[in-house]
């Protein structure tokens, strides 16, 4: 079962007038928009209740009444300015205060469920297939691997092939944010290495580091001991998980090319 993207919850978060008769059938999704919409409610409520502090209020009238002296008898237009500039800096004020509280919050509240969550489920799809936690298909040939994600998830990803130093060992399914995704095992030179295929695109999965090389580009960070990179080719993300360096994971996924 394909479950629905982030960009299509986004359409539903966002009151667009789209049905996905899918919602209806699959208690996951269901779960996960239940979430969503919690959040969001969450901080609409926190940013309703914020209000500058007085302080920053009493600072800002002392400017303005400075700036209303100075202009006390120059006539109404200029009074009228500066009774506009007046509403002008309270608005700024208010919206100051806004985004010092909002952010952090933000923060708070998105990072552990976006961000690192996002990265910790990599590399514990990454654990969980060198400790045989999944239904592991043992087999070599890329083709075959491509065959088995197509016959289970209706999708043929791109399968990085046998040689330059590494070799294909073997694919399964897994969960990734309650979705099945696919993932596969190569045993390199630096250890073994995971490539876990995602619809989510880098951004949405914490990645903080962005670069090119050629034509390509390539997002990385890190989580606990292992280091991620990813790069993305149409509606996939290929994620390379492992212990070894950046520049190995970079390299391993350069070699992506299609299955014929």
Not at 38 to 60: M, N
Not at 155 to 183: A, D, W
Request: aromatic share 8%.
């Amino acid at each position: 079962m394909i479950h629905l993207t982030d960009e299509q919850f986004e359409d539903l978060m966002q009151g667009k007038d789209v049905r996905f008769a899918h919602l209806k059938d699959c208690i996951e999704c269901r779960d996960r928009l239940s979430e969503k919409q919690d959040l969001a409610s969450r901080l609409r409520l926190a940013f309703a209740t914020v209000k500058p502090t007085e302080g920053l209020a009493e600072r800002i009238r002392r400017k303005l009444n400075v700036s209303s002296m100075r202009v006390k008898h120059t006539g109404e237009r200029h009074l009228l300015n500066v009774l506009f500039q007046r509403r002008r800096w309270l608005s700024l004020a208010s919206a100051a205060a806004v985004l010092i509280i909002a952010i952090p919050l933000v923060f708070f509240l998105a990072e552990p469920s976006a961000a690192v969550a996002a990265k910790a489920e990599l590399v514990k799809i990454h654990n969980d297939n060198l400790s045989a936690k999944h239904e592991f298909y043992n087999q070599t040939d890329p083709q075959k691997v491509a065959d088995y994600f197509k016959s289970r998830l209706g999708v043929s990803p791109i399968i990085l092939r046998s040689g330059q130093g590494q070799s294909l060992r073997g694919c399964c399914l897994c969960r990734f944010r309650g979705q099945i995704v696919g993932s596969y095992v190569l045993e390199t030179p630096q250890g073994m290495m995971s490539i876990v295929i995602v619809r989510e695109r880098p951004q949405a999965l914490g990645m903080e580091r962005k670069f090119r090389i050629g034509d390509r580009v390539f997002w990385s960070s890190s989580f606990a001991e292992h280091k991620l990179v990813i790069i993305r080719i149409g509606q996939y993300s290929y994620c390379a998980v492992g212990k070894g360096p950046d520049s190995h994971l970079t390299e391993l996924l350069t070699q992506l090319v299609p299955v014929p």
